[in-house]
């Protein structure tokens, strides 16, 4: 074979290995080819040549689902890490040219308190604009256990948590910062005009508040748990500005992330003294696989953004 022919088998392989694991992960063609920048058509056929030069099939396909095989489960973790090892590769050689380059995927809540993280992105594509970034928010995955879930399965690289007591095993959590949950109110709640406020204050109140599986909705959780303190949640919201809304409309009251409600005549935040409400964000990654040269280099920015405050 020449070599013409041999890196033409290479770059086939990889991409064998490329359209199987976006599969395997998107449990669709359609999304894998989108997200390969792809016809679907490539997809499938390239999948079937897989299949073929194995001798079995990876995929169960239905008509309403794609699904992995017994085979195709056993296969996937190895085919991730031979796409590691490629990538790791290339950022060897790329470091060695002077530049970091590639693809980081990043997993993040739908606040992250103080932390501003569009500009916090900005300033590190500013510094390293041949790194890609692609961003998928908690909405899409089902609060911080599916981000982690996404990171164990190699969906993202790093993922800005919020996982109250002991880490998961899949994943390394570097704590960042804690902001502390404040009372949100109408501004004629009898509570509006108290300094403080405690637990029991609140029993038999409507609460809106995030689903669970959510950071602050544990650590709120887990507050009337240890009073022993039944709580009523009647709206669930995935976003902050949507919980203000809420109790700005007389629907409910929350425990909202300190500085969420700023300069709001409609509205007053008490903070709550008898419990522990801090909620903590930190940044996850995977323990499962090495992170990439793109991946420790964000680490180590986000590690000194907040050592130095700039």
Known sequence: MTSIGVRYKREMELRQLECFVAVAEERSFTRAAARLHLVQSTV???IAALESELA????????RKVALSDAGFEFLPKARAALDAVRDARDAVHAVQGGLRGT???GTMSSLGPLDLPALLGRFHRDHPGISLRLVTVASC???PGLITALAEGRLDLAFVSIPGPPPAAARLRHLISTPLDLVVPQEHPLA??????LSDLADEPFVD????YGNRAVTDRAFAAAGLRRHVTIEINDITAGVDFVRHRLGLALLPRGAVTHDHDLA????????LDWPVSLASPTGRNPSVAARAFEQFVEDHLATGT
Not at 56 to 63: A, C, K, M, S
Not at 193 to 198: N, P, S, Y
Not at 210 to 213: D, K, M, N, V, W
Request: without cysteine.
């Open 269 to 276: 935040t008490v903070p709550i003294t008898d419990a522990d």
């Open 44 to 46: 499938s056929a390239t």
């Open 210 to 213: 995030f689903p669970s599986g």
């Open 56 to 63: 079995v099939p990876l995929l169960v396909r239905t008509t």
């Open 193 to 198: 005009g108290r300094d403080t406020a405690t």
């Open 104 to 106: 980081l995927r990043i």
């Open 142 to 144: 089902g609060g911080s």
